[in-house]
């Protein structure tokens, strides 16, 4: 294997890995787990072959102390980052820390900074910095002290309604960026993860140009259907060959598939 687990922090797993390409160096980040507290780490190399892991960038923050630095920030939050604040730490107690998942970077610098997406529930935000160790705590505790100035995409859409999360790294296209995420719907039959697709803007990707008010693709299959988690579509990676997007996703958490999509229909539609 490329990854696996090899410290306490990670001794349950390493997960979901997305793959960027920037300055000659491949950045691979990832979801680590020790059983009770999920986080986001990268790892680098030079030649796809040898890796080295760099740690954990995601904030070792508490619920309890994200929920007050949240009740601080300037720009207004939605009542849903407090309702998921309150509802993990209620069910795992008040040393959780707080989860972080889904996060890469875009494959090109703005101003000379890294500009990293990561999902902080419900939804999807970014943050620009100079060099990866600038993300102390420190860092992380400003950060949700203000954290409506950095949302970029929250859940809207009826296939959304529990949640959001980052899928695929950024596609730069002519049109702007391409940006593959999941919406998690709650239903009667439990949770769905759907794939779903938005256009940001190029020079500055906080700008949203257009957003899909359907599913991308959704559960279909039986083995998208039936796995070690139910009714999940999950993308993660993309190839773009022949005026066509391969989108590379996780099928009920059992399985690796993938869909294509013709990318200038795919950017037509995201424009309208």
Not at 108 to 116: E, P, T
Not at 135 to 156: A, I, K, M, Q, S
Not at 163 to 190: A, F, M, R
Request: aromatic share 14%; hydrophobic share 40%.
């Amino acid at each position: 294997p490329v990854l696996f687990p090899e410290y306490d922090y990670e001794k349950k797993g390493v997960e979901d890995p997305r793959i960027v390409f920037l300055d000659g160096v491949y950045y691979l980040f990832y979801t680590v787990y020790d059983g009770k507290n999920a986080l986001f780490a990268y790892a680098t190399s030079t030649d796809l072959i040898n890796f080295v892991k760099r740690g954990v960038i995601s904030p070792r923050i508490t619920y309890a102390e994200a929920g007050k630095l949240l009740g601080c920030s300037k720009i207004r939050v939605r009542e849903k980052y407090f309702f998921f604040e309150s509802y993990i730490k209620d069910r795992q107690g008040v040393e959780i820390l707080l989860w972080e998942k889904d996060a890469f970077i875009f494959p090109k610098k703005f101003n000379n900074k890294f500009a990293l997406v990561h999902r902080i529930l419900p939804g999807i935000q970014v943050i620009y910095f100079d060099d990866f160790k600038d993300l102390t705590d420190d860092y992380w505790r400003e950060y949700l002290r203000n954290l409506g100035g950095y949302v970029l995409l929250d859940p809207e859409c009826k296939f959304e309604t529990r949640n959001i999360g980052g899928g695929c790294p950024p596609i730069e296209t002519k049109d702007g960026w391409l940006l593959i995420y999941h919406g998690v719907e709650d239903s009667i039959q439990g949770r769905v993860y759907h794939a779903a697709a938005a256009l940001l803007d190029i020079n500055d990707p906080t700008k949203v140009i257009g957003r899909m008010k359907q599913p991308l693709f959704s559960p279909t299959e039986k083995w998208e259907k039936r796995g070690d988690i139910d009714n999940v579509v999950f993308p993660t990676g993309t190839i773009l060959k022949d005026g066509r997007l391969y989108i590379y996703y996780g099928a009920a958490d059992k399985r690796i598939a993938a869909k294509s999509v013709d990318i200038s229909e795919l950017l037509a539609k995201l424009k309208k």
